[in-house]
């Protein structure tokens, strides 16, 4: 059983920066992908940005493009959501998400708070 632990929240100011980072243990076969979900208050979890395992390909949401990169740590199975120049608009709830073969295993989320 696939286990996403999610590490790294908290609180900023805006403008400040902040780096997630997620770790998926028990993984018997190569992971398909690992994403990074948010949800603000009010709002429906959206993706925020994915990267492929095996080809290394990533994508991020227009919403956060150019100041939110994802990237990997192969030998650990992490994937790391670097985030700059955050918004109060940035404030939810971030889960990780990792897929083996074609099932998803969540994180618990964790918080940020963008504000003063």
């Known amino acids: 059983q696939v286990q996403v632990v999610e590490s790294g929240g908290g609180l900023v100011h805006p403008g400040g920066s902040l780096r997630l980072s997620c770790v998926a243990s028990g993984v018997a076969f190569s992971l398909a992908r690992m994403d990074w979900f948010r949800q603000g208050p009010g709002k429906e979890r959206e993706l925020v940005a994915r990267l492929w395992w095996m080809s290394g390909k990533t994508y991020v949401a227009d919403s956060v493009e150019g100041r939110f990169s994802i990237s990997r740590d192969n030998a650990k199975n992490t994937v790391i959501l670097q985030m700059s120049s955050l918004k109060p608009e940035d404030t939810a709830v971030y889960y990780c998400?990792?897929?083996?073969?074609?099932?998803?295993?969540w994180g618990q989320g964790i918080q940020v708070t963008v504000s003063y």
């Open positions: 998400s990792a897929r083996e073969g074609l099932t998803d295993y």
